[in-house]
């Protein structure tokens, strides 16, 4: 089993930046891919962004290429999430998964984490 803990959600205005973080621990060769999934309020879970803990490759989703970007510290089994320019529609519990195959289906994640709060006011 592998075991996430985020950390680093909370209130930012719009246009302002936050970094969330994603520790990993436990069984590691479940965990070959990372993604940061959000869920806001009525709404499905969405795939936000992944990277693989080997080679270069990383995966957005239309709604924030540009804006966040997904990157990992090997040595800190720590994956991170830096989000710029923020906008209201950003609102939403992000959660880190780890999965053996990249994805961008939720489904192919087999370990997450708790979610953390991101709020963004207009």
């Known amino acids: 089993q592998v075991l996430l803990v985020e950390s680093g959600g909370g209130l930012v205005q719009a246009g302002g930046s936050l970094r969330l973080s994603c520790t990993k621990s436990g069984r590691t060769f479940s965990s070959d891919v990372m993604g940061w999934f959000r869920q806001a309020p009525g709404k499905e879970r969405e795939f936000v962004a992944r990277i693989r803990w080997s080679g270069t490759g990383t995966d957005y989703a239309n709604s924030v290429k540009g804006r966040f970007t997904i990157s990992r510290d090997n040595a800190n089994d720590t994956v991170y999430l830096q989000m710029n320019i923020l906008k209201p529609e950003d609102t939403a519990v992000y959660y880190c998964?780890?999965?053996?195959?990249?994805?961008?289906?939720?489904?192919?994640?087999?370990?997450w984490g708790q979610g953390t709060q991101v709020t963004v006011s207009s």
């Open positions: 998964a780890a999965g053996k195959v990249g994805s961008r289906s939720a489904t192919m994640y087999s370990s």
